[in-house]
């Protein structure tokens, strides 16, 4: 039904920049949310920045001096900026999406919620 492919991962060093990408794929009328988790080994995923469709955009405190979120609505995209990142930023980022409107064949509309891509590892290191 939905995909979310991301990609824009890496090796960069510390104060370095980073840029990911997640499109999702599929008849798509709307997205509502997409967002950027991360996760490191043992602990949970957590939010690191979320926009609407309307372009309301939400960060964790921890990075929200150094990321933008946005959205490309027409090609169900969202990127992230990361800048000046740091060794704690190493992780696993995620790609979210959730009340996503498909068009079924036969006129029906269905909403899809939590949708996850497969992730991409960025790594920041000297």
């Known amino acids: 039904q939905v995909q979310l492919v991301e990609s824009g991962g890496g090796l960069v060093r510390p104060g370095g920049s980073l840029r990911l990408s997640c499109a999702a794929s599929g008849t798509i009328l709307n997205i509502d949310t997409m967002a950027w988790y991360r996760q490191v080994p043992g602990k949970q995923r957590v939010l690191v920045a979320s926009i609407t469709s309307g372009g309301s955009t939400q960060y964790a405190d921890s990075v929200k001096d150094r990321v933008t979120i946005s959205r490309d609505n027409a090609k169900n995209t969202t990127f992230l900026v990361m800048d000046n990142l740091k060794p704690e930023d190493t992780a696993v980022y995620y790609c979210?999406?959730?009340?996503?409107?498909?068009?079924?064949?036969?006129?029906?509309?269905?909403?899809?919620?939590?949708?996850w891509g497969q992730g991409t590892q960025v790594t920041v290191s000297p």
């Open positions: 979210y999406a959730d009340r996503v409107v498909m068009a079924l064949g036969g006129n029906r509309i269905i909403t899809v919620v939590d949708r």
